[in-house]
């Protein structure tokens, strides 16, 4: 198995709230994108390496619809994408001009891209709902983003949804939203996660029979030796 493919399978159980207390202990607090909501309600969780894109804000000599044939455009980006990687979009959090639309997210979903993740918004809603590409945006829009933004680049660091963004960082999207994992620290959450999960699991049947939460949830030296019995 191939260390992604391995990432991608350990993650994959692991919920966005879990990976953010892992990250705050080692003193990270400023890891979920804020404004990346599902799209729809019944996307499974999805794992995947960042590949960003950035938008600056509309210049009327830059931002015109003449762009979208240019080489610096979404859509030689979209070719540049890898399969199996999440697409993450800096839209500087701009509500009114939306990124891709139906077209740009059916070309990701042919070429394998695993999700979308943007702090913006998308167009022709039912039709990118219709390409089967998984969303976390802000929403939906029916201008497009030339009437409020200027793309720029592509697999460079940016911001989304306040949160810094390199290529290759790990994102982990379910019902909560999308959280970053630093690339140099995954190894670290790797090993972490699925034990946090199972021990939260443990707690949570303790609270299923009634068991009151001080001592509990963090647990005291008892209910810590409990939980280590428990394993064997």
Known sequence: MSNDARIVETLAGVTTAT???ILLKKGLRNV???GTRPLRPDQPRLVGRAFTLRFVPAREDLATPESWSSP?????AIEAMPEGCIAVVDA???TDAGIFGDILCARMAKKGVAALVTDGVVRDLAGVLGTGLPVWCQGGAAPPSVAGLTFVAWQQPIACGGVAVFPDDII???ADGA??????????VLELAPEQ???EGWIMDEVNRGAALPGLYPPNAENK??????KK
């Open 197 to 199: 999960e199972r021990f």
């Open 225 to 230: 030796a409990r939980y280590e019995a428990s």
């Open 19 to 21: 990976i953010t207390t």
């Open 72 to 76: 610096t455009s979404t859509r030689a």
């Open 92 to 94: 500087m959090g701009v």
């Open 179 to 188: 959280v970053l994992i630093p690339a140099a620290l995954i190894e670290t």
């Open 172 to 174: 982990v999207a379910d």
């Open 32 to 34: 979920w994108l804020r």
